[in-house]
């Protein structure tokens, strides 16, 4: 079935530093991919999508291509804050019937001064 | 209020105590989900409705019953429930359930003694 990989966390970043968080997927069709951010004590937030191959989601400094040929939607950002740190979800949501959002097990991003 | 609103945020309750989770969207969205985020596992969908029908039940316990009364309100009914129904539950909307893009809460924190 569908399913979606993440890069086991926790990851530890000083200020102003490069991220990167690795996800890869797993899936039939054409799935469109996402990627969410929970904040201590809330729910999800969409971060950002790509729907299709060679698609560039990006959000508040947060980019992430879609890559068929790799199975991969890694997330990056080139400057970090501490308010960056959170937990992060890929996800994909599958093609065909109703919608369903696959998830990946979060990265917890945790960025010091 | 904007968006996705739960009620109650926190909730403890016993095995044998009857209680409900209340989701609210303000989006003018058709499709409503409930998810389970356990501390072990990754996010789950537990149920999906569109337009006030049940169009998905993914393989859940009959202690958990949802109720949808209109396309903006969402209701989750626990009984004799266990401890490892312990979780945050998440309720999302959508435009509709063919539609990738799903809004979340900011969840209800439930604990069963």
């Known amino acids: 079935g569908d399913s979606v990989t993440q890069m086991e966390g926790p990851v530890t970043l000083s200020e102003e530093a490069f991220l990167t968080i690795n996800c890869t997927y797993t899936a039939t069709g054409y799935p469109s991919l996402f990627w969410y951010v929970q904040y201590p004590g809330e729910g999800l937030q969409l971060l950002l999508k790509a729907t299709k191959a060679d698609d560039k989601g990006s959000n508040k400094g947060f980019e992430a291509t879609y890559r068929k040929e790799t199975t991969s939607f890694h997330l990056e950002k080139g400057s970090v804050q501490v308010s960056d740190s959170a937990v992060y979800f890929c996800?994909?949501?599958?093609?065909?019937?109703?919608?369903?959002?696959?998830f990946g097990a979060g990265t917890r991003l945790a960025v010091h001064p | 209020e904007t968006g996705v609103t739960q009620t109650p945020r926190h909730l403890v309750m016993g095995m044998t105590n009857k209680k409900s989770l209340k989701c609210e969207q303000h989006?003018?969205?058709?499709?409503m989900y409930w998810y389970k985020q356990s501390a072990k596992k990754p996010l789950e969908l537990m149920f999906v409705y569109s337009l006030e029908e049940r169009v998905e039940n993914n393989s859940v316990p009959s202690r958990f019953s949802p109720e949808c009364p209109n396309s903006s309100h969402l209701f989750l009914h626990l009984h004799t429930l266990q401890p490892e129904d312990s979780a945050l539950y998440l309720c999302?909307?959508?435009?509709?359930?063919?539609?990738?893009?799903?809004?979340f809460g900011p969840g209800t924190r439930l604990t069963v003694l």
């Open positions: 996800a994909l949501s599958t093609s065909g019937g109703y919608n369903k959002l696959i």
């Open positions: 999302a909307s959508s435009q509709d359930p063919l539609t990738d893009t799903q809004y």
């Open positions: 989006l003018g969205h058709n499709a």
